[in-house]
């Protein structure tokens, strides 16, 4: 198997990755394996977010490297939390004061829209001019009152209409088929297919 490292340290990123990626022969590996720091994460787009987080395990390990950078996106707030979605409120993170501040920061709001977007990057080497960027959005509104309780973040306040229910009150698995991050990596998959 190929191995590739996966820059992030989320246990559940890493099931559900290594999961979907061994039909096309890689191993994922979590890059604390090989003892890589976190990476800064300076930018103002997830895609610039992920590109750096994934050459800088490259860059370390000397292995493929695969990073994800995702968030919610509200409409009345031009698009925050945006990158910021896991520190909104501040250090350290916490999922109970970002979401108290994105209800104060919408009260009196009628539009409620908002999407999660997760963006991946999947770099060869270090230095690949040429990364493959897979992208995936889901739609929604946020609710006043959680609803809920699976997924972590904003689940219990992102409120599906299509399916009449948060995203914190569906099954682990219709989640992860459907969600932005489900998206993204079928995109990648594709990608991966068509280039050797």
């Not at 559940?12 to 800064?40: C, I, N, S, T, Y």
């Not at 999947?122 to 889901?138: K, N, S, T």
């Not at 739609?139 to 609803?147: D, F, R």
């Amino acid at each position: 198997m190929k191995k590739l490292i996966l820059a992030s340290n989320n246990a559940g990123k890493l099931r559900e990755f290594a999961q979907l990626l061994a039909p096309l022969d890689f191993e994922v590996l979590p890059q604390a394996q090989f003892d890589v720091p976190e990476a800064d994460e300076p930018h103002v787009t997830f895609v610039e977010n992920a590109l750096a987080k994934a050459r800088h395990a490259s860059r370390l390990t000397g292995l493929p490297a695969m990073a994800d950078d995702s968030g919610i996106c509200v409409s009345a707030l031009g698009g925050a939390p945006g990158v910021y979605s896991a520190r909104y409120a501040g250090e350290p993170k916490s999922d109970a004061r970002n979401n108290a501040k994105l209800i104060a920061d919408l009260a009196g709001q009628a539009d409620r829209r908002a999407h999660y977007t997760c963006v991946l990057v999947f770099v060869r080497h270090a230095d690949d001019p040429q990364p493959l960027i897979a992208e995936g959005e889901w739609h929604g509104e946020i609710v006043a009152t959680p609803q809920g309780e699976n997924g972590f973040g904003y689940d219990p306040y992102f409120w599906l209409p299509q399916r009449g229910c948060t995203v914190a009150q569906l099954p682990a698995a219709e989640k992860n088929a459907v969600s932005h991050r489900g998206v993204a990596l079928q995109n990648l998959i594709e990608q991966l297919r068509s280039r050797p």
